[in-house]
């Protein structure tokens, strides 16, 4: 039965895909693909080893506040405010699943398989928000508040990245976390524009159209990350093909602080190569997101920003340095960002609120957003899982210098 899934997604793979529109013929994008391996795990994640030291216990901490404000039907907290305890905020289903891939990331630093079980407990109930209507459309894709955004299934495949990296396995329960891959894969070529970039949301109800005016700034870069991780998992050279056309169409864009296209920098420079215009283009990246320091730093401006910023830097400190490109300039600047986050983790608090050890008990680990805003979000938190995690490994690679 495995073998028979595995060439109908081949034969799936070398059709046709197509994008319904509502004032243009559907998109279609032809392309040919490489089998899919029929084993299981497909490849050996490869894992860079993190030393001990006060940020890895940081990003432990972030990971037991994350746990110990998990539900039992595994619904992750979103938001609070750590003063007056509301929970009033509507919550983002693809940030929380990306807080899912975050406690697999946890799991896989630390050595601690309590993360990876609440893990899983957390991608079982959003996985519920998957679909799928053949007639309708392409894939699988991940619906929330009347539609599919781009950005569920990339952030569903990077989640099972995430637990795969921690657990070289692709089986939740009765899943077949592998196969929900590459259907969310195929979901996401089939939102290609003509022009190379995406459409950014799709309406699965009868007609099936997109949205051609609804944009999230982080979509493109994300979409491109899960291309890049479904090369990584799968070895089908497809999933790079398409990497390679959506990065250059990205860098026709203008530059700005992209964690997420910093993310898929270092992922080529792993995986692939870079070339001159990607090393330019991501010391551009860097430039931008430096060139903010000072008002990044202000007391006013958000720790989940600055998260984003130490995550954009530390990537493109790795991709250079798998690249032989000097990464050093680089290292300064993402402890200073470090610093600022880390004075909001609690027990430790800048702006001097009155912490009480109730307070520290319920919220110790979380990151709260600014003076003016003191809530707990899971996208700050997953974020400096992310960026921390980074910079810790790439402190590794250049050790091994």
Same mark, same amino acid.
């Given at each position: 039965?495995?073998?028979?899934?595995?060439?109908?997604?081949?034969?799936?793979?070398?059709?046709?895909?197509?994008?319904?529109?509502?004032?243009?013929?559907?998109?279609?994008?032809?392309?040919?693909?490489?089998?899919?391996?029929?084993?299981?795990?497909?490849?050996?994640?490869?894992?860079?080893?993190?030393k001990n030291s006060p940020l890895k216990k940081s990003i432990i901490e972030a990971g037991d506040y994350i746990v110990r404000q998990q539900l039992p039907n595994g619904e992750l907290s979103y938001q609070v405010n750590i003063i007056n305890?509301?929970?009033?905020?509507?919550?983002?289903?693809?940030?929380?699943?990306?807080?899912?891939?975050?406690?697999?990331?946890?799991?896989?630093?630390?050595?601690?398989?309590?993360?990876?079980?609440?893990?899983?407990?957390?991608?079982?109930?959003?996985?519920?928000?998957?679909?799928?209507?053949?007639?309708?459309?392409?894939?699988?894709?991940?619906?929330?508040?009347?539609?599919?955004?781009?950005?569920?299934?990339?952030?569903?495949?990077?989640?099972?990245?995430?637990?795969?990296?921690?657990?070289?396995?692709?089986?939740l329960t009765d899943k077949n976390l592998i196969a929900i891959a590459i259907d969310l894969g195929y979901f996401i070529v089939s939102m290609r524009k003509p022009d190379g970039g995406f459409y950014h949301s799709f309406d699965p109800?009868?007609?099936?159209?997109?949205?051609?005016?609804?944009?999230?700034?982080?979509?493109?870069?994300?979409?491109?990350?899960?291309?890049?991780?479904?090369?990584?998992?799968?070895?089908?050279?497809?999933?790079?093909?398409?990497?390679?056309?959506?990065?250059?169409?990205?860098?026709?864009?203008?530059?700005?602080?992209?964690?997420?296209?910093?993310?898929?920098?270092?992922?080529?420079?792993?995986?692939?190569?870079? =070339?001159? !215009?990607?090393?330019?283009?991501?010391? %551009? #990246?860097?430039?931008? /997101?430096?060139?903010?320091?000072? *008002?990044? @730093?202000?007391?006013?401006?958000?720790?989940?920003?600055?998260?984003?910023?130490?995550?954009?830097?530390?990537?493109?400190?790795?991709?250079?340095?798998?690249? =032989?490109? !000097?990464?050093?300039?680089?290292?300064? %600047? #993402?402890?200073?960002? /470090?610093?600022?986050?880390?004075? *909001?983790? @609690?027990?430790?608090?800048?702006?001097?609120?009155?912490?009480?050890?109730?307070?520290?008990?319920?919220?110790?680990?979380?990151?709260?957003?600014?003076?003016?805003?003191?809530?707990?979000?899971?996208?700050?938190?997953?974020?400096?899982?992310?960026?921390?995690?980074?910079?810790?490994?790439?402190?590794?690679?250049?050790?091994?210098?």
């Open positions: 039965m495995l073998k028979k899934f595995f060439w109908a997604l081949l034969i799936l793979a070398n059709g046709l895909y197509a994008c319904a529109s509502p004032t243009q013929p559907p998109v279609e994008i032809s392309f040919t693909s490489t089998p899919v391996a029929t084993t299981f795990p497909i490849r050996t994640p490869e894992i860079i080893s993190i305890d509301d929970r009033a905020y509507a919550p983002s289903d693809i940030r929380l699943m990306a807080g899912t891939g975050s406690l697999y990331t946890v799991c896989r630093v630390s050595g601690d398989s309590k993360y990876c079980n609440a893990g899983d407990l957390a991608l079982n109930h959003y996985l519920e928000n998957l679909i799928s209507d053949p007639e309708r459309f392409k894939g699988i894709c991940f619906y929330t508040n009347g539609s599919c955004p781009l950005g569920g299934a990339s952030m569903t495949i990077d989640a099972i990245y995430k637990r795969w990296q921690a657990t070289s396995g692709f089986t109800h009868f007609g099936g159209i997109v949205d051609e005016n609804y944009f999230v700034g982080t979509f493109n870069g994300e979409s491109l990350v899960a291309l890049l991780q479904l090369y990584e998992m799968t070895e089908n050279d497809f999933w790079l093909e398409q990497a390679h056309e959506i990065n250059d169409y990205m860098m026709t864009q203008p530059i700005t602080e992209d964690h997420k296209h910093a993310h898929a920098f270092a992922l080529l420079a792993r995986l692939d190569k870079l =070339n001159k !215009d990607d090393i330019a283009y991501a010391t %551009e #990246i860097a430039n931008v /997101i430096i060139a903010g320091q000072v *008002r990044s @730093l202000n007391p006013a401006n958000t720790s989940t920003s600055t998260a984003t910023k130490i995550e954009a830097l530390s990537l493109i400190a790795q991709s250079f340095y798998l690249s =032989n490109i !000097d990464s050093e300039w680089i290292e300064r %600047e #993402i402890q200073t960002f /470090i610093t600022f986050v880390s004075a *909001r983790q @609690l027990p430790n608090n800048n702006c001097n609120f009155e912490i009480t050890d109730e307070m520290i008990e319920k919220y110790k680990g979380g990151i709260y957003s600014n003076c003016e805003d003191p809530s707990i979000r899971i996208d700050g938190l997953q974020n400096w899982i992310n960026g921390i995690t980074a910079f810790l490994e790439y402190e590794s690679m250049i050790g091994t210098k």
